[in-house]
């Protein structure tokens, strides 16, 4: 195990993408974890889907933080493309650490919508390095993403694997993350460490996923498409075992140290964090129909049969993903252990109080 080399109390922490899935679960846990941290989060609320969402999600934080008599939140609206915005707020706030979550997320968009990929992943992920330059922080942490493997033969998907064959621009972007972030860690001695997550799912997740659109069309009587005619393997991770790596990542920092050259070796790392157990696509919307019977979402004389399209493989997609786990445990004694069964028993009962 790695020892923890970072302590959050009365620390100031950047959380970008923080009305996003992933950052408002990982910021609530800030919360609940520490007493004395300041988390500043930035998003710029965009309406990729439902702005609603991001807007609950801030009222869940809003509330969280006000119970917390020694935490501090502050809500800022903006991108993280201006370059402006983002310097002053590393020159103000004096950050210790950075998780960057903020990015235009989704495979299948990245075909039709190049341009806010290359925006929000690219020169926003490099205005965040470059602050991160100026504004020294004492670890960076940002989001990867399990797409990096492309159609890899080889499962489990280790960090060793050859990654050099992304299938979507979503998925380029994020390699490009994790070089850019390589250069920066060895240029400039940034900590920093990836985090390639493995489809995140959960209450309030995102409506553009499987789990979330299947279960808003089956509730309007209408056809959901399964794609590669089901023959497809996903290692679906809940969102709480992937927000409990991000908070022990973000405690540990790659140790800065000099190589024989004198120059520093880049204090860089990453991980995969999934739940190493990747379900058959029919298998999933099996478990799903009955969570969503059983939480009142659908009638019980629902016709799942009648609703349901068995179609081919569509471009960008992958058969299978298939986290290796190893290195998570062996650095941080976590691995991801949520069954799809339960965390999806929380989606549907947290979709019909929200929607019904
Ligand atoms: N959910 C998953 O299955 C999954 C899997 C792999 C990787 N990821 C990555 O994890 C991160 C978080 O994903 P998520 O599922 O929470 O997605 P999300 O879309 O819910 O969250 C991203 C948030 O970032 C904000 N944002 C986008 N571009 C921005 C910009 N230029 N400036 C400021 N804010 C911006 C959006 O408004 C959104 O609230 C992303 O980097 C995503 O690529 C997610």
């Given at each position: 195990m790695l020892c923890s080399?970072?302590?959050?109390?009365?620390?100031?922490?950047?959380?970008?993408?923080?009305?996003?899935f992933i950052?408002?679960n990982l910021?609530?846990a800030l919360?609940n974890s520490?007493?004395?941290?300041?988390?500043?989060?930035?998003?710029?609320?965009?309406?990729?889907?439902?702005?609603?969402?991001?807007?609950?999600?801030?009222?869940?934080?809003?509330?969280?933080?006000?119970?917390?008599?020694?935490?501090?939140?502050?809500?800022?609206?903006?991108?993280?493309?201006?370059?402006?915005?983002?310097?002053?707020?590393?020159?103000?706030?004096?950050?210790?650490?950075?998780v960057?979550l903020?990015?235009?997320?989704?495979?299948?968009?990245?075909?039709?919508?190049?341009?806010?990929?290359?925006?929000?992943?690219?020169?926003?992920?490099?205005?965040?390095?470059?602050?991160?330059?100026?504004?020294?922080?004492?670890?960076?942490v940002?989001a990867s993403s399990s797409?990096v493997y492309?159609?890899?033969?080889k499962i489990p998907y280790s960090t060793e694997d050859?990654?050099?064959?992304?299938?979507?621009?979503?998925?380029?972007?994020?390699?490009?993350?994790?070089?850019?972030?390589?250069?920066?860690?060895?240029?400039?001695?940034?900590?920093?460490t990836g985090l390639r997550f493995f489809t995140v799912y959960g209450?309030?997740g995102?409506?553009?996923?499987?789990?979330?659109?299947?279960?808003?069309?089956?509730?309007?009587?209408?056809?959901?498409?399964?794609?590669?005619?089901?023959?497809?393997k996903r290692d679906f991770t809940f969102v709480d075992d992937i927000v409990e790596g991000i908070r022990r990542v973000m405690l540990c920092?790659p140790?800065?140290?000099?190589?024989?050259?004198?120059?520093?070796?880049?204090?860089?790392r990453v991980y995969n964090i999934g739940n190493s157990s990747p379900e058959n696509?029919?298998d999933f919307?099996?478990i799903?129909?009955?969570?969503?019977?059983?939480?009142?979402?659908?009638?019980?004389?629902?016709?799942?049969?009648?609703?349901?399209?068995?179609?081919?493989?569509?471009?960008?997609?992958?058969?299978v993903t298939y986290a290796d786990t190893s290195d998570l445990e062996r650095d941080f004694g976590f691995k991801p252990s949520v069954s799809l069964r339960e965390g999806l028993r929380k989606f549907?009962?947290?979709?019909?109080?929200?929607?019904?």
């Amino acid at each position: 195990m790695l020892c923890s080399n970072i302590n959050l109390e009365n620390k100031t922490v950047l959380v970008t993408g923080a009305a996003g899935f992933i950052g408002s679960n990982l910021v609530k846990a800030l919360f609940n974890s520490f007493n004395q941290v300041t988390v500043i989060g930035l998003d710029n609320m965009n309406d990729y889907y439902d702005v609603k969402l991001k807007e609950f999600r801030l009222n869940e934080i809003e509330s969280l933080s006000e119970c917390k008599c020694g935490a501090s939140w502050q809500f800022i609206k903006g991108n993280i493309a201006d370059k402006q915005l983002v310097d002053s707020l590393f020159e103000k706030h004096k950050f210790d650490v950075v998780v960057n979550l903020a990015a235009q997320a989704g495979v299948r968009y990245s075909i039709d919508h190049p341009d806010t990929y290359i925006e929000s992943n690219i020169i926003g992920f490099y205005n965040i390095l470059e602050a991160c330059r100026h504004f020294p922080v004492e670890h960076l942490v940002y989001a990867s993403s399990s797409s990096v493997y492309g159609t890899n033969k080889k499962i489990p998907y280790s960090t060793e694997d050859k990654v050099d064959n992304p299938v979507s621009l979503y998925a380029a972007t994020k390699k490009s993350n994790e070089l850019l972030a390589h250069a920066y860690s060895k240029l400039y001695n940034i900590p920093s460490t990836g985090l390639r997550f493995f489809t995140v799912y959960g209450p309030a997740g995102r409506p553009d996923m499987a789990y979330f659109s299947f279960t808003n069309k089956l509730i309007k009587g209408e056809t959901i498409k399964i794609f590669n005619f089901g023959n497809c393997k996903r290692d679906f991770t809940f969102v709480d075992d992937i927000v409990e790596g991000i908070r022990r990542v973000m405690l540990c920092a790659p140790e800065k140290k000099i190589g024989e050259d004198g120059l520093p070796l880049p204090p860089y790392r990453v991980y995969n964090i999934g739940n190493s157990s990747p379900e058959n696509l029919l298998d999933f919307v099996k478990i799903l129909s009955e969570e969503l019977l059983l939480a009142g979402v659908l009638p019980q004389d629902f016709d799942f049969d009648a609703h349901k399209e068995l179609v081919p493989m569509q471009p960008g997609d992958v058969p299978v993903t298939y986290a290796d786990t190893s290195d998570l445990e062996r650095d941080f004694g976590f691995k991801p252990s949520v069954s799809l069964r339960e965390g999806l028993r929380k989606f549907a009962s947290w979709y019909k109080e929200f929607y019904m």
